[in-house]
């Protein structure tokens, strides 16, 4: 078959859709010697994807035949309707993987399509809030459903949004989970640890969240429940917490910050270099997860794979992904339990070696090779068999 990638959203950065792309594409050549691929970039990845890196490199590895297209078509863009489109007609192809559902509402050619969660439906937020926005998010991702011939979600929890949201039948869904980079371990190395606290003035112990600011992640809360263990517990440490300060979400979380009088013990560090973000896991005395809603949550899996116990919210996929056991669940509503259940882990260290090994071991469940094999099997069971539309 001759195949083609939406890789506009292609990154290498360790979290979203980026990742997810950008592991496929690592992943899928180097299992799939037969199928053609065409893949379809904006500027600047355009540039960084190296085909000469993705081809194979041995005598014995695969080399799928591999071309890369500008395509410059931002999403919900007007260009995104017409050029896109137009690319994607013009390179003949026999499928088409849409990896976001931001697919040009005319293609009529067979497809399928990822759809990583459904927050907008449940967490429309203050990005793209106006009518204009919400009405082209249904149509999108309504169109790119229906016309898909399969639809692959990343967790059974997003499966199941689907089905009630838009009635999609089940037969017509593969849950495909994603994988955690190998390069997520624990360190022996306490000389990098430190070169780390150092680097973002932890000098105390410290509980860690990485990820964007929005309103489904659920910031406040986890603020008000950090403060309820400095006062109520006695925690002396920090609360990291990484990521773009969002300007839309930015001052809500710095005035609750401020309100709550624990502006000396949060350290926001903004985005965190590559290099830095493992060091920072392994530092961690635990890994606070207070998100209202995912498709599929990765960070939680990265510190399971750094050796780093995990406190997460009993929501969504949270514990589908995490299992049962190997973390400690709280409601997210409720700062009281977020707080009582983060002090369970962090004060009882025969609770904490359980998490650890318990979380190395599911963790090595999911991996991006195996995802890559999965999705595969999915292009070629479309071709072979003709799934439903």
């Given at each position: 078959m001759r195949i083609g990638i939406d890789c506009r959203m292609y990154s290498s950065d360790f979290t979203g859709i980026g990742r997810y792309v950008y592991e496929l594409t690592e992943n899928l050549f180097k299992v799939d010697d037969?199928?053609?691929?065409?893949?379809?970039?904006?500027?600047?990845?355009?540039?960084?994807?190296?085909?000469?890196?993705h081809v194979g490199t041995s005598k014995n590895a695969p080399k799928p035949k591999v071309e890369k297209v500008l395509v410059n078509a931002p999403h919900y863009s007007i260009k995104e309707q017409t050029r896109f489109l137009h690319l994607l007609n013009k390179a003949h192809l026999d499928l088409m993987h849409f990896t976001h559902f931001n697919a040009p509402i005319l293609y009529n050619k067979p497809s399928i399509v990822t759809i990583h969660d459904?927050?907008?439906?449940?967490?429309?937020?203050?990005?793209?809030?106006?009518?204009?926005?919400?009405?082209?998010?249904?149509?999108?991702l309504k169109n790119a459903v229906k016309k898909a011939r399969k639809v692959i979600t990343v967790s059974q929890n997003t499966k199941k949004d689907l089905q009630i949201l838009l009635k999609t039948p089940s037969n017509k869904i593969e849950v495909i989970y994603e994988g955690v980079h190998e390069k997520f371990k624990p360190l022996h190395d306490p000389q990098a640890v430190q070169e780390v606290k150092t680097k973002y003035r932890l000098d105390k112990p410290y509980l860690l969240y990485t990820g964007v600011w929005r309103s489904h992640k659920n910031l406040p809360t986890l603020l008000k429940a950090f403060h309820i263990l400095k006062n109520d517990y006695g925690f002396d440490g920090h609360l990291v917490i990484t990521g773009r300060k969002d300007p839309l979400y930015a001052p809500d979380i710095i005035k609750e910050t401020l309100s709550l009088k624990i502006d000396d013990e949060v350290i926001f560090t903004g985005l965190v270099k590559e290099e830095d973000l493992v060091p920072l896991y392994n530092g961690a005395l635990a890994y606070v997860f207070p998100s209202l809603y995912e498709g599929f949550g990765l960070s939680p899996l990265e510190a399971m794979q750094c050796g780093i116990p995990v406190v997460a919210a009993a929501s969504s996929c949270i514990p589908e992904v995490c299992g049962e056991d190997n973390a400690v669940y709280f409601d997210p509503t409720c700062p009281n339990e977020m707080a009582e259940k983060i002090f369970s882990v962090i004060s009882d260290e025969s609770l904490r070696e359980r998490l650890i090994a318990r979380g190395l071991a599911h963790v090595k469940k999911f991996s991006w090779a195996k995802m890559a094999r999965e999705t595969l099997a999915v292009y070629n069971g479309v071709s072979s068999t003709g799934a439903p539309c």
């Open positions: 037969k199928n053609e691929y065409v893949l379809f970039f904006n500027a600047p990845e355009y540039k960084k994807f190296k085909l000469t890196e459904l927050t907008l439906n449940f967490f429309p937020g203050k990005k793209m809030s106006g009518p204009f926005h919400r009405a082209a998010y249904q149509l999108t």
